[in-house]
């Protein structure tokens, strides 16, 4: 990629960083300004929705601009691209080929593509210098690692001597923006770090092994992932001590947090949020108390349902994401279904960019037995790249029903055949669970259904969810670590055990009494 552009973007991203407030909101005015002049100018989708629209008019704000959402873009695509040689169906064909990981679209373009948490995958394509200026956000805000005097001198001597470890569990195979991002990355930064892609489909067990190898100085996972590693550590099974971590596409919950942190009490954790529609759109600094919001190449605007922004320290139902560098697909005031919490005062790190909490969606990890009756942690997203894979189906569900039952419940296409879709489904969990040595054990059941059923509380739909507790409880030792719907269960046959032998007594005694009649 082009490394000077590269380092250009890095030292005027490091420059805002030194901004004052006021400065930032300028800078992101005139980059809203440009890429709706742009858009307006070289899409035909967004000359016609912006036909009202004058970005040079002094009360324009982005709040002049009508929301997109996925559904607008991807059935607009071809109109919407300001590339006329692009089109959905060759960008679509593109990503189903594994063997194009890391190529360049048209020798142009990098392409990625959502996972498709609400159906439907949404597909990216940007240029080499838009995915420069992602490459730049992501090292100058990704991590906004500040070690220690001593520590910052211990990783210098080691980088210029030695190669730094870089572990990323991620899912691997798709055209996942995370996975791109390492797989895609400037020769020198090759050359310095030695990266090692770690699927996340991989038994623990084998992941564990791996790292302990490796002793990565950076590692990069889901939480989810990174909850499962840390209650490996704590187990004493694994033992790796990483300068610092990092975790992105799914919310740090506080607990999770925590967990992390007493596995691992030297390496500073850092969340970053982003999704593929926006990279490195927030990240922590060192005070780790909510995420800066990149504001000078995004906009992030936390809103209700109806579209009115909320006050801080609100949650929105939604967000309108403006990514500000965007051109070959214009991405402006695009909705994403994302819960995020604008706080209003500024942290003290001095930074001027607003902070900002995110809830995210939040799929749950199955903890189920295997056939030893031992626990084992089957996180969300492997599940998630899985479904992706097949062909027709418009949604789905994934409830982990009992412990050892998970039911997978689909919507075809209008025009898909169910059988069919139903016969992938069952192949990839087929393949899943012989992979995972679970085939005598877990069961998965599959069922067409009318609509995904909603959560009744949020409204919203639970892609991969639990109904049964975890089977950990960090701190507790193996034998005692039992969920309360397995200490439920056991009080229950105590309890039945108890009936029955006071029956019995019962019986007895009136039998003895019978006797002595
Ligand atoms: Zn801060």
Redesign the pocket.
Known sequence: MGLVRTIYYCLKLRHNDKQHVGKIQRIQRRNLQRAVRYAKSHSPFFRDLYKDVDPDSPDFSVRSLPPVTKDDMMENFDSVVTDPRLNLEEVREWTRDRGKLGRMFKRKYIVTHTSGTTGMPAYFVYSRKEWDWIQALSVTRGIRYKPSFIDFWRHAVWVLFHRTRVALISVLGGHFVTYLLFLVTPKIARKLSRFEFLSVVKPVPELVARLNQLDPHVLHCYPTMLEILAHEQLEGRMNIKPWLISSSSEPLTPTARRRIERAFPKSPIYETYGTTEGITLASE?H?H?AM?VNTDHYILESVKDDGSPVEPGQAGDKVYLSCLFMRTMPLLRYELTDVTIPLAEP???G?PFPLVKVRGRTDDIFWVYDQHKQPVALPPIPFEAMLLEIDGMRQYQLVQEERNRLMVYFRPNDDADPAEVQGQIRKQFDRFLHEKQLVDCLQVGIQQVEDIQRDPKSGKIRQIFSRVERLYLPGVPLGERRSGEDRRLARDKKLQGERRSRQRRTDEDEDEEGEEQ
């Open positions: 600094c005070h108390s800066h942290c003290d790190c930074l």
